[in-house]
């Protein structure tokens, strides 16, 4: 029996709710039974990874119901937010004002304008290659030069990392192979899922089987990173029906969403490294920033898109 | 009856979309005591953003001083002067050398008003405060139940150098200190210099 779109969407959406209301009421009979500290921390991160589920929930409903428009709005903020973090810590100088005003009052807007109105050719292009050249052009007339290379980089990089990468999610929602057309929302559901559980199950593992933490992420291990990936990727396989993939299509396209996700982690953790991330004393709010929580889908956006869009769209 | 929920006003809602201004109580809790909040003053948003990191209870009886010749214009700048921030205006360019610069300021402390002060008199747009004016000694003795709270702004100066028209978005937090104790006997250059050091001490 073949479901109707709005069928699959209630029966997805009804299953989510069900699941994560699940995990939701699972994690707080935890938190009262436990007294012990370390447990607790260890719940205190899964508890931020279910909030981050019913986050995902909360998207597809909104996508599913205003359309592609509203989740590039959504998504346009996140970006805004995951480079003002970046800004805040990179050092920069009075002489990059112009450029950063550039980058958050024109690309944000532009890029994601481009986005939804699915102009592929432009928004492919717009910040690897056009802004590539105009900011140094921007910087250079400041005529200050000190460290210009660095403060270029710099600024390029936050702008691929929290705008053009994660510009890419949203993008996935307006795509239409043959036979998915309109379903776009669902297939970045399915994206955003992946992405999602294979971080969830990774820390949920790490916490059994820890034998090898990684320096990375002191949350997780060698094994519970292995595990959760494969639980991910199996995940993603029985998931094939709400996708325009075949089974073993699925499964190939998970895996690779699942490597290109730990893999944006690793990197992410290395830029904050080099950046020499500051000790915030922001407290609990911030504790888990915005760049870390896009982590996943800056790297496995753009994979996933591409893929899609390089065997599944003619 | 008081109103039990209300949307934050437009400009604390601007202040935390592009710098954040996260409040930090270090030294003090927030209080509905009267207070003088006396900070580093490294752009034109410190005004805002200090006002901003304060409770919302603690706003409507908190003013800010500022700059007449900035802040007494028309327009959207001269509205959030009046209307949202209730600022008290202070004459830099005054015609009559005789008058008393801080009388509003005293008279704002009166009636009741906890008040925001950047004793610096002007922006310095580096990390550390400049050396302090002399308002604030001033102030202190006239009024000696008013709480002197050191705040330091954190990370501004990057968002907004001088000259800028238009803020990088940032995330800045605002500290809040101890309460500057008055000394007895104590001179109005050493007052001044320790006030200058309470805000430094919050910078590390």
Known sequence: ?314 | MPIPFRFLPPIVWLVRLLVGAYPRWIGCAPSAVQRIYFANHTSHMDTVVLWAALPRELRANTRPVAAKDYWDRGGIRGHIARDELNVVMIDRARDDPNADPLEPLREALEHGFSLIIFPEGTRTPQPLPGPFRSGLYHLAMSFPAVELIPVYIENLHRSMPKGALLPVPTICTVRFGAPLARIEGETKESFVERARDAVVALAG
């Open chain 1, 1 to 314: 029996m073949e479901l109707t779109l709005q069928q699959t969407f209630f029966l997805v959406l009804g299953g989510l709710v069900l699941l994560f209301a699940t995990a939701s009421g699972l994690v707080a009979w935890l938190t009262l039974r436990t007294a012990d500290a370390v447990k607790l921390t260890w719940i205190g991160h899964l508890n931020s990874r279910i909030h981050a589920s019913w986050m995902i929930v909360l998207l597809f409903a909104i996508g599913f119901a205003l359309g592609e428009a509203a989740l590039a709005v959504i998504f346009a903020l996140a970006s805004f937010f995951a480079l003002r973090e970046f800004v805040a810590l990179t050092p920069i100088k009075p002489a990059d004002h112009i450029a950063l005003i550039v980058a958050f009052y024109v690309v944000i807007p532009v890029q994601y304008v481009l986005v939804a109105s699915g102009w592929y050719q432009l928004y492919a292009v717009f910040i690897p290659v056009y802004l590539f050249l105009i900011l140094p052009m921007v910087m250079a007339w400041g005529q200050d030069t000190e460290l210009y290379l660095q403060r270029v980089a710099k600024v390029q990089w936050g702008l691929m990392l929290s705008v053009y990468c994660v510009s890419h999610a949203p993008a996935i929602a307006t795509l239409e192979p043959p036979g998915y057309e309109g379903r776009g929302p669902l297939l970045l559901l399915y994206f955003l899922l992946i992405v999602q559980m294979s971080d969830m199950f990774a820390v949920m593992a790490s916490a059994s089987f820890g034998r090898t933490p990684l320096a990375s992420n002191p949350n997780k291990s060698r094994e519970g990173v292995l595990i959760g990936g494969a639980g991910a990727n199996v995940l993603g396989t029985l998931l094939w029906w709400m996708t325009p993939f075949t089974w073993w299509q699925a499964a190939l396209m998970s895996a690779a969403t699942v490597f290109a996700g730990f893999m944006g982690g690793l990197v992410l953790a290395s830029v904050k490294r080099s950046l020499g991330e500051r000790q915030w004393d922001q407290g609990v709010a911030l504790s888990r920033g915005v760049l870390e929580r896009l982590e996943g889908i800056t790297f496995a956006a753009p994979v996933f898109f591409h893929a899609t869009v390089y065997f599944f769209v003619p």
